[in-house]
């Protein structure tokens, strides 16, 4: 089955404590990307890859980081959480550029003590 | 840069009620428009999309038409049911390559349909 999965679902963590939210995706897109979902405004762009090795900022890069080593993962590192990153978190792929549709993965709800 | 603008929520409907979720646009390049779905608990599903002007996409009993000239994408239902209660969010991406597949979304609106 096509699909893009995150783990974990659901995490508590305190402010400062390192983590990593995993993404992978068995489509074979070249294209991946990280998203915050918070009340009142949507989605927003935090990273995307376009293929291995490369990555780019989104518009909301502060306090991430991520990787692509690999073409079907793309994880995401908070280095040192805080509680203004308490969020529920999206990981899409596509298979390229230009207007096609995005797969999403089923989240990773975030709360930052 | 590009913007989405959605209706402000939440929605309240009786069953078999007619839907309508307003969406403007502003976009720099020739923006694909889509609607994306997020039911309780789950992630983003794709309702629908439409990649040139006057395309008109459709799913589920929901459809949109691309209106260029107004930048609209409003999405509409005839009847809706309990079931589509959920999170409905309009977005575009820009098809002319510049964005690299970036989405860009409207705040979301939530619906509720009673019974």
């Known amino acids: 089955e096509a699909q893009v999965t995150q783990n974990p679902r659901y995490l508590i963590t305190v402010t400062g404590k390192k983590l990593t939210v995993t993404c992978s995706q068995n489509m074979n897109h070249e294209y991946m990307s990280w998203y915050r979902q918070d009340p009142g405004l949507g989605l927003r762009q935090i990273y995307y890859s376009m293929n291995v090795e490369v990555t780019d900022k989104g518009d909301v890069p502060e306090g991430y980081k991520v990787s692509r080593k690999e073409k079907r993962n793309f994880p995401l590192i908070l280095e040192s959480p805080s509680p203004n990153q308490t969020s529920l978190y999206f990981c899409?792929?596509?298979?390229?550029?230009?207007?096609?549709?995005?797969?999403f993965g089923p989240g990773t709800r975030l709360l930052v003590l | 840069g590009d913007s989405v603008t959605q209706m402000e929520g939440p929605v309240t409907l009786s069953e078999e009620a007619f839907l309508t979720i307003n969406c403007t646009y502003t976009?720099?390049?020739?923006?694909?428009l889509f609607w994306y779905v997020q039911y309780p608990g789950e992630g983003l599903q794709l309702l629908l999309k439409?990649?040139?002007?006057?395309d008109k996409g459709s799913n589920k009993g929901f459809e949109a038409t691309y209106r260029k000239e107004t930048t609209s994408f409003h999405l509409e239902k005839g009847s809706v049911q309990v079931s589509d209660s959920a999170v409905y969010f309009c977005?575009?991406?820009?098809?002319?390559?510049?964005?690299?597949?970036?989405?860009?979304f409207g705040q979301g609106t939530i619906l509720t349909v009673h019974p």
């Open positions: 977005a575009l991406t820009d098809a002319g390559g510049t964005s690299y597949g970036k989405l860009t």
């Open positions: 976009a720099t390049g020739y923006p694909s």
């Open positions: 439409a990649t040139k002007a006057d």
């Open positions: 899409a792929s596509t298979p390229g550029q230009g207007g096609e549709t995005q797969y």
